[in-house]
């Protein structure tokens, strides 16, 4: 079974500042997902990443996704308080994992 | 709204009792999955199910089961609830088996006391 880690664990940043979060795997992932997950609420699709050192953007947020596809990053220009959440990767499409991953997630929360 | 209904939103019950959570999939959708989540926790994934076969188990207890019905609805059940046993609990459909994108409910947040 594939592991995959995210870090930073916890993130705390004011309003206007830009940061970076981390989804690891030692296996290489056919494709990713990033969710992200309101407090009170479920998971809700952000963005997949298909192709190897593939880049893709949603407004302030930027998703890269490593060239070996081992690795993807989350970053975020002028972090707002509407981005605070639980950001989870996880594999996406036909896996031969016999259960299904998500990573444990980055809590970010922006202070006004 | 994603399209997936969860009934109770809320459930308050002691422990040693017994409670089921019900999870109605998006339109079309053939799999559903059930996740655990604790305070200050990732998703934990319980278990999945597709066209009413189990598909995949994670990490559930013996007293936790699950089934999903011909209509495609589906049910967690769990009993000899322990305090360990508060959380929010998230149903998810997708339109396949594999691992894909998945659409989540609003949860059912169980307090056991």
């Known amino acids: 079974t594939q592991l995959l880690e995210q870090s930073p664990q916890f993130l705390s940043i004011q309003e206007g500042e830009n940061l970076t979060v981390y989804c690891n795997s030692s296996s290489v992932f056919s494709s990713l997902q990033w969710y992200r997950q309101e407090p009170g609420e479920g998971p809700v699709l952000l963005v997949t990443v298909v192709t190897g050192g593939e880049v893709k953007k949603l407004k302030r947020l930027t998703f890269q996704f490593g060239d070996a596809r081992k690795d993807s990053s989350l970053h975020i220009t002028a972090a707002q308080p509407g981005d605070t959440g639980l950001y989870l990767c996880a594999p996406w499409g036909k896996t031969s994992y016999d259960k299904v991953i998500f990573g444990p997630g980055t809590s970010l929360s922006v202070i006004p | 709204d994603s399209g997936v209904t969860q009934t109770p939103k809320h459930l308050i019950t002691a422990t040693g009792q017994r409670v089921t959570l019900r999870c109605s999939p998006r339109?079309?959708?053939?799999?559903v999955y059930w996740y655990q989540q604790s305070l200050d926790q990732g998703l934990q994934f319980l278990i999945q199910?597709?066209?009413?076969?189990?598909?995949a188990k994670g990490n559930i207890l013996e007293r936790f089961s699950a089934q999903q019905f011909p209509d495609l609805h589906s049910e967690l059940n769990l009993s000899s609830l322990e305090l360990g046993d508060s959380a929010l609990y998230f149903c998810?459909?997708?339109?396949?088996?594999?691992?894909?994108?998945?659409?989540f409910g609003p949860g059912t947040r169980l307090l056991v006391l």
């Open positions: 199910y597709y066209n009413g076969e189990e598909r």
């Open positions: 339109s079309g959708d053939l799999s």
């Open positions: 998810a459909s997708s339109v396949t088996s594999y691992q894909e994108t998945q659409y």
